[in-house]
């Protein structure tokens, strides 16, 4: 799951809420406007959708192989 998840972060480790990668799932997933996802946002809605993410990772790794 972390080789996952380094992948997904590439570029944007250190402030992973300005990914567009990231604000774009959250986007499709959560319906909130990708240019108005800022740090708050991006971490209240990775701690109340933790579960789905994490589930969302061991996809991801085994997708990627």
Do not use: C, N, V
Not at 3 to 14: D, F, I, M, T
Not at 23 to 44: C, N, P, S, V
């Amino acid at each position: 799951m972390l080789r996952a998840l380094w992948k997904l972060s590439r570029g944007y480790r250190l402030r992973p809420w300005k990914s567009p990668y990231l604000r774009w799932r959250m986007e499709t997933y959560w319906g909130l406007d990708a240019g108005e996802i800022g740090f708050a946002q991006f971490w209240k809605f990775s701690w109340e959708h933790r579960a789905d993410l994490w589930r969302y990772l061991r996809w991801a790794e085994r997708k990627a192989g």
